[in-house]
């Protein structure tokens, strides 16, 4: 029978290999990783990982990082959305609406 207990899912037996959360968690991380290398910024992120909280969530895990890194990242982004707004502005296409995130 389905119901008993040799056939329930408990905390005991699950793993994260289980999961599709657990994959698209990792190459997440790999992507960002990837990004990071081609930035030259591998050595500033040591603590980048994948991670499964206790409800089977993936986690990206950044980390902590010095106030260096920070600045150097945050100018990284901007550099980046300039660059996507120039390439809409030329091609005529309107930018997407900003996000803040919160929805």
Do not use: C, I
Not at 60 to 88: F, H, I, K, M, Q
């Amino acid at each position: 029978m389905g119901n008993d207990a040799t056939h329930r899912h408990d905390a005991a037996t699950w793993s994260p290999l289980d999961s599709d959360d657990w994959y698209t968690t990792r190459n997440a991380t790999t992507a960002l990783r990837d990004a990071l290398l081609a930035a030259g910024l591998e050595k500033d992120f040591p603590y980048l990982r994948a991670e499964m909280n206790a409800f089977g969530q993936g986690l990206v895990e950044l980390g902590r990082v010095s106030p260096a890194t920070a600045e150097r990242l945050a100018e990284l982004l901007r550099l980046a959305l300039a660059a996507g707004l120039r390439r809409l502005e030329e091609s005529g296409a309107e930018p997407p609406e900003h996000r803040s995130g919160r929805d």
